[in-house]
């Protein structure tokens, strides 16, 4: 329990304090991290709508890749950087503006140099999966930065 505590207080404080394009991610609410996994919450806001008024498959991707890069570091002693190889998205259902949705994000593997995530995005609500993905992150070494 204190290393998920721990976990959730390092990426609130991270969020709160990103500057840069990260800074859009401002208002998703960590609901737990901890042992390779990280659940989170967002409100669609108007921001984060396109043109139909429904959440924009961007905003969503970046919400996949930010919240299975949380769980990687819940699953690591230390943090190691790395950098997204490949990302695979499947968009089902939409999310209008002022849905609640949960983003679900699980370490499937990391190993020496690759980690492979699955996230799924729901609707809060309703249980709906809007949304899920693959995401596989290279791992960096002091060589390779």
Same mark, same amino acid.
């Given at each position: 329990?204190?290393?998920?505590?721990?976990?959730?207080?390092?990426?609130?404080?991270?969020?709160?304090?990103?500057s840069?394009f990260?800074?859009?991610?401002?208002?998703?609410?960590?609901?737990?991290a901890g042992?390779?996994?990280?659940?989170?919450?967002?409100?669609?806001?108007?921001?984060? @709508?396109?043109?139909?008024?429904?959440?924009?498959?961007?905003?969503?991707?970046?919400?996949?890749?930010? @919240?299975? @890069?949380?769980?990687?570091?819940?699953?690591?002693?230390?943090?190691?950087?790395?950098?997204?190889?490949?990302m695979?998205?499947?968009?089902?259902?939409?999310?209008?503006l002022?849905?609640?949705?949960?983003?679900?994000?699980?370490?499937m593997?990391?190993g020496?140099?690759?980690?492979?995530?699955?996230?799924e995005?729901?609707n809060?609500?309703?249980?709906?999966?809007l949304?899920?993905?693959?995401?596989?992150?290279f791992?960096?070494?002091?060589?390779?930065?």
């Amino acid at each position: 329990m204190a290393a998920t505590t721990k976990a959730v207080s390092a990426i609130r404080n991270y969020l709160k304090n990103c500057s840069g394009f990260e800074s859009i991610l401002k208002n998703i609410k960590i609901i737990s991290a901890g042992n390779g996994t990280c659940l989170a919450e967002y409100k669609v806001e108007q921001n984060a @709508t396109n043109v139909l008024g429904s959440l924009h498959g961007g905003f969503t991707a970046t919400l996949v890749d930010a @919240t299975s @890069t949380y769980a990687l570091y819940c699953d690591q002693d230390e943090i190691t950087p790395s950098v997204s190889l490949d990302m695979h998205m499947t968009y089902m259902k939409a999310a209008n503006l002022g849905d609640e949705i949960l983003i679900d994000a699980k370490t499937m593997r990391a190993g020496k140099n690759l980690a492979y995530l699955r996230v799924e995005v729901k609707n809060k609500q309703t249980g709906d999966l809007l949304a899920q993905a693959l995401h596989t992150r290279f791992l960096l070494s002091e060589k390779s930065y």
